[in-house]
């Protein structure tokens, strides 16, 4: 027990309502934005029109406030780099990555791709049951699941070795197998 009368999720949770009124409370004048950015290509009709496209878009954002707290204490940066969209005629699903500032480029890159043959590998399968001593999807995903938690907040060398294991996971490279034991020998600081 802390001496404190809260927890730090409690501290996140209000510093999430409090950067989402900030955005929603925010003074931009919408109309001289535009103005600025498009008024002397825009008739007025086209100017009224690129206004209202701008409203409905900001109506329809979604709040990431507590994403964004949670990344800053986590000490990760968003990527605009990396972003996994699933389709089905329409996007249905996106996910976006954010990383330790020091993580190397090719690393990221790595870590992305994997994640995307994984998602690829399972969308393909369409659930199909392994055969008898096969790694089944659900198998992976666990995995990828456990090597990613003890990942979370790990900076030490352990963390390169741990992105390397869910890349070669999800690019069929090694067995579930092989990973757990690789996975047990690894030691990473916050494990």
């Keep these: 027990m802390t001496d404190r009368p809260y927890t730090d999720d409690d501290l996140r949770a209000a510093a999430a309502h409090l950067h989402s009124a900030a ?37 329809r954002a979604a709040d990431t406030s507590r994403w ?10 968003p990527s605009t ?15 976006h990555f954010a990383f330790e500032p ?13 994640v995307g043959f994984a998602i690829d590998r399972a969308l393909e399968g369409g659930g ?10 659900g198998d992976v995903f666990e995995l990828i ?8 907040d790990a ?3 352990g ?5 390397g294991l869910i890349y070669d996971l999800a690019m069929g490279r090694t067995t579930i197998a092989d990973a757990r034991a690789q996975l047990a020998e690894l030691t990473l600081r916050h494990a």
């Design 23 to 59: 955005i929603c409370n925010a003074d931009i004048p919408l109309r001289e934005a535009i103005e600025e950015k498009w008024g002397e290509q825009l008739e007025t009709a086209a100017f009224d029109e690129t206004c209202e496209q701008v409203t409905q878009a900001l109506d």
């Design 68 to 77: 964004a707290v949670d990344l800053g204490a986590d000490n990760l940066t």
């Design 81 to 95: 780099e990396h972003v996994i969209t699933i389709e089905a005629g329409r996007p249905i699903a996106r996910i």
């Design 102 to 114: 020091d993580m190397p480029e090719d690393m990221r890159t790595g870590l992305v791709e994997g």
């Design 128 to 137: 199909e049951e392994a055969d008898e001593g096969e790694d089944s999807d």
């Design 145 to 152: 699941g456990e090597i990613a938690s003890k990942l979370r």
């Design 155 to 157: 900076t030490d060398s």
């Design 159 to 163: 963390e390169y070795h741990a992105v």
